[in-house]
């Protein structure tokens, strides 16, 4: 985070809360599977695969592989990650939270979930440099584990408050799936309707 400019790490906290906010409501949604947080997932597909539940393994596995096929179609829509490039996933990334918000009037209720997957996949190559991902916008660990190691630097001498930043990230997601649980609980995947008006603002000002 301490490489990016103070526009960039905004972006990063937004984005990160959106992802805390639509994870929220598909774990709520789908009874206990993360929509973008692989790490989790990958725990209870093991946990799953162990206890003989074949049914939720096989649908955590189906989530996991629509969170890759996302990041890898966000990594093509992005090619170099220049600027424009960038306001081209956050728009993919809204349409596909736009789907999800209308599922629930389509005959296949999957298609939400399908939607939100492929939308947090894509979401990840929004910081992309030369291919790699740049910013953890979905997941967390890394940003605790900087907080962490900075903190221990700070101890040393260093940078007093560069461990600030990575916890913004952490909180800014908390934050979002705190919103995102609220609100399904209030009105369901309608609620999604919100996350996309603010990946597509935010695509609008990236441009």
Same mark, same amino acid.
């Given at each position: 985070?301490?490489?990016?400019?103070?526009? *960039?790490?905004?972006?990063?906290?937004?984005? $990160?809360? !959106?992802?805390?906010? !639509?994870?929220?409501?598909?774990?709520?949604?789908?009874?206990?599977?993360?929509?973008?947080?692989?790490?989790?997932?990958?725990?209870?597909?093991?946990?799953? +695969?162990?206890?003989?539940?074949?049914?939720?393994?096989?649908?955590?596995?189906?989530? +996991?592989?629509?969170?890759?096929?996302? $990041?890898?179609?966000?990594?093509?829509?992005? /090619?170099?990650?220049?600027?424009? %490039? %960038?306001a081209?996933?956050?728009?993919?990334?809204?349409? #596909?939270?736009?789907?999800?918000?209308?599922?629930?009037?389509?005959?296949?209720?999957? +298609?939400?979930?399908?939607a939100?997957? #492929?939308?947090?996949?894509?979401?990840?190559?929004?910081? *992309?440099?030369?291919?790699?991902?740049?910013?953890?916008?979905?997941?967390?660990?890394?940003?605790?584990?900087?907080?962490?190691?900075?903190?221990?630097?700070?101890?040393?001498?260093?940078? %007093? =408050?560069? =461990? !600030?930043?990575?916890?913004?990230? =952490?909180g800014? /997601?908390?934050?979002g799936?705190? #919103?995102?649980?609220?609100t399904?609980?209030?009105?369901? #995947?309608?609620?999604? =309707?919100?996350?996309?008006?603010v990946? $597509?603002?935010?695509?609008?000002? $990236?441009?």
């Amino acid at each position: 985070m301490m490489d990016y400019t103070r526009r *960039q790490r905004a972006l990063a906290y937004l984005l $990160a809360g !959106v992802a805390g906010y !639509v994870d929220a409501m598909g774990f709520r949604h789908l009874g206990g599977v993360f929509v973008s947080f692989m790490s989790g997932n990958t725990t209870r597909l093991g946990v799953d +695969i162990g206890s003989g539940d074949w049914m939720k393994a096989a649908q955590i596995a189906c989530i +996991i592989v629509l969170f890759v096929i996302g $990041a890898a179609l966000g990594s093509l829509v992005g /090619l170099d990650g220049k600027r424009e %490039r %960038r306001a081209a996933i956050l728009w993919t990334e809204a349409a #596909l939270l736009a789907v999800a918000a209308v599922s629930d009037n389509f005959p296949f209720a999957i +298609i939400g979930s399908i939607a939100m997957a #492929l939308a947090m996949g894509v979401e990840n190559a929004v910081f *992309q440099r030369n291919g790699s991902p740049g910013i953890g916008l979905t997941y967390v660990t890394g940003a605790l584990v900087k907080v962490g190691q900075r903190l221990a630097m700070a101890l040393q001498g260093g940078d %007093r =408050w560069g =461990w !600030v930043s990575s916890l913004w990230l =952490w909180g800014s /997601l908390c934050f979002g799936a705190v #919103l995102g649980a609220f609100t399904y609980g209030q009105i369901g #995947l309608t609620g999604l =309707w919100a996350a996309c008006v603010v990946v $597509a603002t935010l695509a609008v000002v $990236a441009r």
